[in-house]
């Protein structure tokens, strides 16, 4: 049974598919995408499947499970990657690891929702959740490091995070007595004790905003903080404590350095990207509005001064908007912003294909 619809799949190959660039998906009996693959070559990536030997290659399993496949043609191989992409996020096939390209590479600051937000970092982000996303980052543990000290400047909690909060203004805690069952970081004055009813909401949420507009580039509070600190220290000749605060402000100040550099990386993937249809393909070729590494319009290249003139609106509403961004990026789009990373770190010379807003009109 297994060889017959493995035999099948590879005659429909053979018959129909093309070296085009596209996307294919491997489905098993009952329909399940299994798993979804793109090349700049369907056919011949296709046929590499079925030269893989089971049960030792991933391929081979993949094909033994599978009952049928399909494939799609896309106009480059840059929008097969996205097509590729988009159908991962719809179908969640259990053979695909999600953005295996480079995510091992990259860590993010995750700033959680909720009553009490919390700061951490994390590897992956997950497009179902509501937190917000700064990154991509490189090194995590030193990246770690930085934000626990921006954790124990403010006083933002680090526990777990179904960790039931308990605020000063919530009634039953109003006049309640602070208690620290197992919480040495308020002990030791790191923590402001969501948790324990040490705070009130709005206090705390103070100072999440404080970390938000840290993170943005906005202001310094956490090392201005840290500096007085360190200068009251020397003054009081603490010189060990003073010593240990100069290390903290300088993890800050490093952590801070990379957000400025990663919003100048991100802000530099801001362009109108225009790419050529592959094997002559008649009306083909594509034209993408990048934003902040997402691309946030897509079209036909113009062929006329109507359809030049709407890509030079459409591009100079998306790229001229002067509204200041900062560093954090929606969960649901952090994928995509690897992606055109990675795309254009592997293919720098495809930045020449590039326009900025006012000349959109020059890339049709």
């Not at 995070?161 to 040495?184: K, N, S, W, Y």
Request: charged residues 30%; contains cysteine.
């Amino acid at each position: 049974m297994v060889e017959a619809r493995r035999d099948a799949m590879l005659a429909s190959i053979k018959d129909s598919a093309r070296d085009l660039p596209g996307t294919y998906r491997l489905l098993a009996e009952d329909g399940e995408v299994l798993y979804v693959g793109k090349s700049k070559g369907v056919r011949g990536r296709l046929l590499t499947h079925f030269r893989a030997e089971y049960p030792r290659d991933k391929s081979a399993r993949i094909i033994a499970e599978s009952a049928s496949v399909s494939w799609d043609y896309e106009p480059s191989e840059f929008a097969a990657s996205l097509a590729e992409l988009r159908l991962i996020k719809r179908f969640r096939p259990r053979y695909n690891v999600m953005m295996k390209r480079d995510a091992r590479h990259y860590a993010f600051i995750r700033l959680t929702a909720g009553p009490a937000p919390k700061l951490h970092v994390v590897r992956t982000a997950h497009g179902a959740d509501r937190s917000t996303y700064y990154g991509p980052f490189h090194g995590a543990q030193q990246l770690g490091v930085a934000v626990r000290e921006l954790n124990d400047a403010l006083g933002l909690r680090d526990c777990s995070l179904d960790t039931r909060m308990h605020f000063a203004d919530q009634p039953e805690f109003a006049v309640a007595e602070a208690r620290t069952p197992g919480c040495i970081r308020f002990e030791i004055g790191r923590c402001a004790g969501p948790c324990i009813a040490a705070v009130s909401q709005a206090a705390y949420e103070d100072r999440v905003s404080t970390a938000r507009a840290f993170l943005a580039g906005e202001q310094d509070t956490p090392i201005r903080v840290l500096r007085a600190a360190m200068e009251e220290s020397s003054a009081r000749l603490e010189f060990e404590r003073a010593a240990a605060l100069r290390d903290k402000v300088a993890r800050l100040e490093s952590l801070q350095d990379q957000f400025s550099r990663l919003r100048f990386a991100v802000e530099s993937l801001s362009f109108v990207y225009t790419v050529p249809g592959a094997g002559g393909e008649a009306g083909a070729d594509r034209a993408y509005v990048i934003h902040r590494g997402r691309v946030r319009h897509e079209c036909a290249v113009p062929r006329d001064a109507a359809a030049q003139a709407a890509l030079t609106a459409k591009a100079e509403s998306i790229l001229g908007n002067r509204a200041r961004e900062n560093g954090s990026v929606p969960a649901h789009e952090i994928d995509e912003l690897l992606l055109l990373a990675s795309w254009f770190r592997q293919h720098p010379s495809e930045l020449e294909r590039t326009a900025r807003a006012k000349a959109a009109r020059d890339a049709a």
